[in-house]
């Protein structure tokens, strides 16, 4: 009898590496989803679990390396999903010198990575990283076979891992996907979170700065339906991607957060919230009913052709205040070419129709799109400044691995980051794709000076300033002007 721990889930951290000096105070601090999952999942079949969030605990390399040591579990897995698609790549730079330093503190370790990075290159990573083994595909089911093959049983039975035999590298059939996602996929692992450390984005709670925490994310799906040029969702899920969870079980989750952890922000991490109208409809309902409804702040993705005006209301009384709308570009040429097909005066249109239902609006733009050049890139930002969303997020376009851009980019020989967290909209050494018209560092340029253009603006100060008070608009004009050191763009900054 042992009471050696079975699985240790390790989030990485490395927010310093990606946001620079945003990391201290505008960035949110998410509790991680598939740490969640996974620990959920291995737990009801008889394994001991435990979460190590070194993230949020702000735990050093060294640190996390030594404290993985001492406790020896039988399997550690680093598990790269991020808490959005892009992110797993970007996280992949602090993943691997946690990796590196496990394996030097505790070299006999048996250490897993997994994530959403790892299924786009699993064999890559496998010989790359200072693993023993790597997942192609979401994750739970790989690690709960792998817990029970280990130390000796036969590996190529276990769906989804990546190993090797010699110099001989396995890349095994990917697990099925998960059908039972309340049964086996309900994530009910918060007790072995850190969930007084977990903070809201600074925009969430323009008006009530104070009001980032307590905070958590919850999701109601997995996957995307679409095929967007410039995402990489569904690298982990392979085909028959797009699950949702039941809508009793997602609301049971919020009632849960609500009520034993003090939670009223909330992030839905749906890459689609706004899509299936009764899947929708049945979670607000039952939201709206509740007796805490108005005092939650809860904000979800949506695209503008899939978000219903008769909805509005009911969102908003379930208490929706923000939507994320994929804008992307402002030429149609452009959302064309990365399959977002509708017209301008349908984004203008929803936008005010979603305002006027009392839910702020986040605009989310891309500058160097494949068919993007210098008049088209600011046809974007005059959208923006139009639309004069209450915030806007301006991302340059990056191949991330697992995303046809990705593909293209590596048959065309096109130039990508020399590290993962180059793949960070936000770093030091930050390198976006060239286009068929500009180079990587107009288009960077472009991004960092639509950034303080837009926040600078009076016409959005003063709509800020209406909407949620003074306070935020002097928080606002100070994010403004905190200007990103970039490689790229020769700035004499080092990097931190």
């Not at 039988?74 to 959005?84: D, N, S, Y």
């Not at 903070?199 to 799906?221: E, K, V």
């Not at 003090?262 to 009913?289: P, W």
């Not at 909805?311 to 804008?327: E, F, P, Q, Y």
Request: net charge negative.
């Amino acid at each position: 009898m042992t009471n050696q721990l079975d699985l240790l889930l390790i989030n990485p951290g490395g927010r310093e590496k990606i946001y620079q000096q945003l990391a201290g105070g505008l960035t949110a601090i998410e509790p991680p989803l598939w740490c969640r999952l996974i620990a959920g999942y291995v737990l009801d079949r008889g394994f001991s679990v435990d979460i190590v969030d070194s993230e949020a605990l702000d735990i050093g390399i060294d640190a996390l390396a030594q404290m993985v040591a001492a406790r020896a579990p039988r399997l550690a897995a680093m598990v790269v999903f991020g808490h959005q698609p892009s992110a797993s790549t970007q996280q992949m730079a602090a993943a691997s010198e946690a990796c590196a330093a496990i394996k030097q503190a505790a070299p006999e370790q048996p250490l897993i990575i997994l994530g959403g990075h790892v299924s786009a290159l699993p064999e890559r990573t496998l010989n790359e990283e200072a693993v023993d083994y790597a997942c192609n595909g979401e994750g739970p089911v790989t690690v709960h076979q792998l817990l029970e093959a280990l130390p000796d049983s036969d590996l190529g039975a276990v769906a989804g891992l990546v190993w090797r035999d010699g110099d001989t590298v396995h890349n095994n059939l990917p697990a099925p996907l998960i059908t039972d996602m309340d049964g086996d996929l309900h994530g009910n692992a918060w007790h072995l979170l850190p969930m007084d450390r977990y903070r809201a984005h600074n925009w969430q709670c323009f008006g009530d700065l104070g009001a980032r925490q307590p905070y958590a994310s919850i999701y109601t799906s997995l996957g995307c339906p679409f095929r967007c040029s410039f995402c990489c969702i569904n690298a982990p899920f392979g085909t028959n991607r797009y699950r949702m969870r039941g809508p009793d079980a997602v609301v049971a989750e919020i009632d849960l957060l609500y009520r034993q952890f003090g939670v009223r922000t909330i992030k839905i991490i749906d890459e689609m919230f706004v899509l299936n109208d009764r899947h929708v409809r049945e979670i607000c309902q039952r939201l709206a009913a509740k007796p805490y409804a108005s005092e939650l702040n809860i904000w979800a993705y949506a695209r503008v052709d899939t978000v219903k005006p008769e909805m509005l209301g009911l969102l908003r009384k379930a208490g929706l205040r923000w939507l994320a709308l994929g804008i992307e570009s402002g030429s149609a040429h452009v959302r064309d070419g990365a399959d977002k097909s509708f017209s301008q005066d349908d984004i203008r249109e929803i936008v005010r129709r979603i305002q006027k239902a009392g839910i702020n609006v986040i605009g989310n733009y891309i500058f160097g799109l494949p068919d993007d050049d210098m008049t088209t890139m600011r046809e974007t930002l005059d959208l923006a400044l139009e639309l004069n969303c209450e915030f806007a997020n301006f991302y340059s376009a990056m191949a991330y691995p697992g995303s046809p851009l990705y593909t293209q980019a590596v048959e065309s020989g096109l130039a990508l980051p020399e590290s993962w967290s180059g793949y960070s909209q936000h770093s030091y050494d930050c390198h976006p794709l060239l286009t068929d018209h500009i180079g990587a560092d107009t288009v960077l340029r472009f991004r960092d000076d639509a950034f303080h253009e837009y926040f600078a603006a009076k016409r959005y100060l003063d709509m800020a300033t209406q909407k949620f008070g003074v306070e935020t608009r002097i928080h606002i004009e100070k994010m403004a002007a905190d200007r990103l050191p970039r490689a790229l763009l020769g700035d004499p900054n080092t990097a931190p």
